[in-house]
């Protein structure tokens, strides 16, 4: 039995790319970059798999831990359009989570104090 009736997923940027600007809550993107995919509400150690809704696209996997929470970095594949996509995560068939991403053609890093 899942943890959570409505299992959640954030989308933010790598922090190996972006260092401390990661912890931002951005949801924009240039394709290709690799981005970190944080997650809760799945089963104990459930497999998750981080997909592109539109395309049906795998861009990485993990593993919720004890708990039901996952963290990944999931690479986005080339050739993406500029607009809203939504990053999915599945672990059972019946247990999913989305949450939109903005292709852009620029990325507008945020400004640091």
Known sequence: ????????????????????LANYGTVEAKSPMRIRV?????DSKES???????????????AANPCGAFVTIAKLPSGLPVGVISV????????????????VAEL???KTK
């Open 108 to 110: 507008q890093l945020p």
């Open 38 to 42: 944080k997650g809760a509400g799945f």
């Open 1 to 20: 039995m899942a943890t959570s009736q409505n299992p959640t997923i954030v989308v933010t940027w790598d922090p190996g790319e972006f260092g401390y």
């Open 88 to 103: 999915k995560a599945m672990g059972k068939e019946t247990i999913r989570a989305a949450w939109p991403l903005d292709i």
């Open 48 to 62: 998750v798999v981080i997909t592109i809704c539109e395309k049906n696209t795998v861009i990485g996997k993990a």
